[in-house]
């Protein structure tokens, strides 16, 4: 097989790129997923106001701004050695509740669902939330975008100004939250709740009772052990705003429980010469390359991680369907990529049962949102769950509080070799000696990839609007064979 | 006529924030009643959130085609998006898309959709000016904008 060298300054005009190389008998010998990358952030910060950065860094990305706004947030807390009063983190907790469920909702709806809904390799014109609506009904799409804008409604009030919130600060949040403002939050989580159930059994009759799909999901295609890594409360249930990070290898057993300030301890970055994007590893195991199993230093984030490596949901509904997707699974820790998709709703129906929770609790209403700082900044560290798992922010100032330096590990960033993974394994399946590569059969392996929701935040804003991506198969000579562009024609 | 004009892009990223310009121009500029003017880094769904209840939208993107000229402007309408809705993107649907959706579920969406997209160069480094082709564009989308609010 002719070994070809993927040029990296090569610019990927605004998509991503699956490069599949097929060796002499018509298999896949590698598959490679290449992100183009945003340049200069650090460069950008140094020298601004640390606590301006809640207020800059969720302009990275237009779809997940109010995880980084939380992460950014409780970095900015560490860097100037303040602990909030605990209504500001209830508060904190309430508005990133609201923001899981706005966006697991979108993805699910308009993004996973119609693989499922319409089939795989359903026609792309379909493919895709009108489609959906088509084949489910107006109403189902009305009661989509009706709880989608109540959670975002939510996050609007909390955190001062659509999409980009302004409410965080060192020490606490800008407001407190009125009776008013409460009693209409508390409506809106009721019906967020039934609407977790809703689709939950939305889940269970379209796509477990399909044995077509049920096989998917079961199968060998979209199947790799890995390493997982969560954010877990003092009762190892799942929890998004705050706790500790947990660990569990590939059968389940914790590996290390860690406090966010300690990442650097427990992960460090890989490179490779063909892509900017890093790759996250646990340095106890070490990196072994793009393999996964117990003696790979690789880990995955995001829903089926968090539901693996918890020990439960911290609420009943939530609860219930967690134990029984493990049921339907065989167990855990699960290692069905496509059960991301089960895991999201699950979550969905997490968040909103604590949403609606904090709305109820009796101090949500307190006035007391803010400490101040009084001590001199230097360094911290701000973890949260993204909807697409572990976010890592990581700010050191000088004495008057200006960035000096600026990390972030981002959620899909701590997923990259496990997607690197999961698509050559899809394609490698799908893809055999000779076999005509249709494009039903790219879409399933771009399948392995958005079960990921992957935030690719480049290019979110210019025409045609998301970051699309392109897959193309060389033969052993290098040869182009095949390509899929799913986003112009 | 309830009149909007979203500039839409991102602002610290370059080339990206070239609707956010231009909106902000436009403020400054004019005062008319049943004119909104906002500046927005929503996609796909939200979008439509922002763009029920008015009669006319107007839109101001940053765009990149292939063999494109930095700073040209194009006036598309919303049937020019349709080549385009075919994205099976990783997240979040289209504006074609989201306006379809709109249409398909009875949403108040405007007659009127013009889109005024901007040729660009750079939407992948961090900065808030624009590259100097793009920012001599701005003008003059500010005063095709002003057309289009004056022609009614």
């Known amino acids: 097989m002719k070994r070809i060298v993927i040029d990296p300054f090569t610019r990927l005009e605004g998509h991503g790129r699956i490069d599949i190389f097929l060796d002499d008998a018509g298999d896949v010998a590698n598959a490679y997923l290449r992100i183009p990358e945003l340049r200069g952030f650090e460069k950008f910060c140094e020298g601004r106001p640390v606590e301006e950065l809640p207020r800059i860094t969720p302009r990275i990305c237009g779809v997940c701004p109010s995880a980084h706004h939380m992460a950014s947030t409780k970095a900015v807390d560490a860097v100037f050695h303040v602990d909030p009063p605990p209504v500001a983190k209830k508060v904190r907790e309430l508005y990133y509740c609201a923001h899981m469920c706005h966006s697991h909702i979108a993805h699910f709806y308009a993004l996973a669902a119609p693989d499922f809904v319409l089939g795989p390799t359903s026609d792309p014109a379909q493919r895709n939330i009108l489609g959906l609506i088509a084949k489910v009904g107006v109403d189902i799409g009305l009661e989509v975008i009706k709880n989608r804008a109540n959670a975002q409604h939510i996050q609007e009030v909390i955190g001062g100004k659509a999409t980009h919130s302004v409410c965080g600060l060192p020490g606490g949040v800008s407001k407190a939250i009125t009776e008013e403002e409460r009693a209409d939050f508390e409506d809106k989580a009721k019906t967020m709740v039934e609407f977790g159930k809703f689709s939950l059994k939305l889940f269970s009759d379209v796509v477990l009772s399909n044995k077509e799909y049920a096989d998917l999901i079961l199968g060998d295609i979209y199947y790799m052990t890995s390493y997982y890594m969560g954010m877990v409360d003092a009762n190892n249930k799942v929890n998004f705003y705050d706790g500790d990070i947990r660990v569990v290898d590939p059968e389940g057993k914790e590996v290390v429980k860690f406090k966010p300030a300690d990442y650097l301890d427990i992960i460090a970055e890989h490179t490779e010469p063909w892509t900017y994007l890093k790759f996250p590893f646990l340095k106890k195991i070490g990196w072994k390359g793009l393999v996964d199993g117990m003696d790979s230093g690789v880990y995955r984030v995001a829903p089926l991680a968090r539901l693996n490596v918890a020990d439960g949901m911290a609420t009943p509904l939530a609860q219930a369907e967690y134990e029984k997707m493990y049921s339907t699974l065989g167990g855990k820790p699960a290692h069905h990529t496509l059960a991301n998709h089960w895991a999201r709703l699950i979550e969905l129906q997490y968040a909103a049962e604590r949403l609606l929770e904090l709305c109820q609790d009796k101090e949500i209403t307190d006035p007391n949102v803010r400490t101040l700082p009084t001590a001199t900044p230097t360094e911290g560290v701000g973890v949260v769950e993204a909807p697409r798992g572990t976010l890592f922010h990581h700010y050191q100032t000088d004495a008057n509080g200006m960035v000096e330096k600026v990390n972030l590990i981002v959620a899909t960033g701590n997923n990259n070799a496990a997607m690197c993974i999961s698509i050559k394994k899809a394609a490698q399946g799908l893809i055999k000696a000779g076999k005509v590569v249709t494009e039903g059969i790219l879409n399933m392996i771009e399948m392995a990839y958005r079960a990921y929701d992957p935030c690719m935040a480049c290019a979110t804003h210019s025409l045609p609007g998301q970051m699309p991506l392109e897959v193309v198969i060389y033969d052993k000579e290098g040869k182009e064979l095949d390509r899929l562009s799913q986003y112009i024609t | ?152």
Do not use: W
Not at chain 2, 39 to 55: F, K, M, N, Q, V
Not at chain 2, 112 to 140: G, H, M, N, W, Y
């Open chain 2, 1 to 152: 006529m309830r009149t909007l004009v979203l500039g839409l892009g991102n602002p610290i990223l370059s080339d990206d924030s070239v609707g956010f310009r231009v909106v902000q121009e436009l403020r400054a500029r004019l005062d008319k009643p049943d004119l909104t003017l906002v500046e927005s880094s929503a996609s796909g769904l939200s979008l439509l959130d922002l763009i029920t209840g008015y009669d006319k939208l107007v839109i101001i993107d940053a765009i990149k085609t292939e063999g494109g000229e930095a700073g040209k402007i194009y006036r598309l309408g919303a049937e020019n998006l349709g080549a385009i809705r075919h994205s099976a993107s990783p997240h979040d649907i289209n504006l074609a898309t989201a306006l379809e959706l709109g249409r398909k579920l009875g949403v108040a969406l405007p007659r009127q959709i013009i889109i005024l997209a901007i040729e660009v160069i750079d939407v992948t480094t961090f900065s808030e000016k624009c590259t100097p082709e793009v920012e001599r564009a701005i003008p003059l989308a500010v005063s095709m904008v002003a057309e289009e609010l004056d022609s009614g």
